[in-house]
Antibody
Framework: EVQLVQSGAEVKKPGESLKISCTGS????????IGWVRQMPGKGLEWMGI????????RYSPSFQGQVTISVDKSISTAYLQWSSLKASDTAMYYC??????????????WGQGTLVTVSS | SYELTQPPSVSVSPGQTASITCSGD??????VCWYQQKPGQSPVLVIY???KRPSGIPERFSGSNSENTATLTISGTQAMDEADYYC??????????FGGGTKLTVL
């Protein structure tokens, strides 16, 4: 069974750093791009970026370029999303997702349960 | 960045057909996926590569994509289909952009 398990909810203060994780199992972790998605409270889905665990090739949405860093440790089948200095506007649910195969336009079949990040002073 | 436009809301009576559109420049040249999201849950892929259904998705869900508009069609809409729906465009230049989402109400 394919699973993406994300790290638990976080409560942080503005200016603090944070790294959340997404651990894959039940499939060839290094073979498919993993995406990160933001959902602010009561709002829609926003694509943040994708990473290919096989070689760490990373693409960012222009909206998030320079605001976050996406990385991966393929030895433990885990992708990361990190911030160096959080803002209150980073308060959101964050999801990771991956496709069932590598075909172009395959869509994200598998999603993590989401990590709620709350940034408040 | 690439923009996808969806109607904020669509209403449909049970048993009728619901159509949700997604518009973008030359969208027909890109692959479009659709996701369903219910409150408090992670999104679920219902259509990929414009018109394909993942395993386990009912046949009443179908999709099309031509020129500047992609459409998600739900035939014989059921109460359980009430949810937010998001389109997503895939290609090497636009990445994985989402539309703003459409709230489907079944009443």
């Amino acid at each position: 069974e394919v699973q993406l398990v994300q790290s638990g909810a976080e409560v942080k203060k503005p200016g603090e750093s944070l790294k959340i994780s997404c651990t894959g199992s039940g499939y060839s972790f290094t073979s498919y791009w993993i995406g990160w998605v933001r959902q602010m409270p009561g709002k829609g889905l926003e694509w943040m970026g994708i990473i290919y665990p096989g070689d760490s090739d990373t693409r960012y949405s222009p909206s998030f370029q320079g605001q976050v860093t996406i990385s991966v440790d393929k030895s433990i089948s885990t992708a990361y999303l990190q911030w160096s200095s959080l803002k209150a506007s980073d308060t959101a649910m964050y999801y990771c997702a991956t496709p069932a195969d590598g075909a172009v336009g395959r869509g994200w079949d598998y999603w993590g349960q989401g990590t709620l990040v709350t940034v408040s002073s | 960045s690439y923009e996808l436009t969806q109607p904020p809301s669509v209403s449909v009576s049970p048993g009728q057909t619901a159509s949700i559109t997604c518009s973008g420049d030359k969208l027909g040249y890109k692959h479009v996926c659709w996701y369903q999201q219910k409150p408090g849950q992670s999104p679920v892929l219902v259509i990929y590569q414009d018109n394909k259904r993942p395993s386990g998705i009912p046949e009443r869900f179908s999709g099309s994509n031509s020129e500047n508009t992609a459409t998600l069609t739900i035939s014989g809409t059921q109460a359980m289909d009430e949810a937010d729906y998001y389109c997503q465009a895939w290609d090497s230049s636009t990445g994985r952009e989402f539309g703003g989402g459409t709230k489907l109400t079944v009443l």
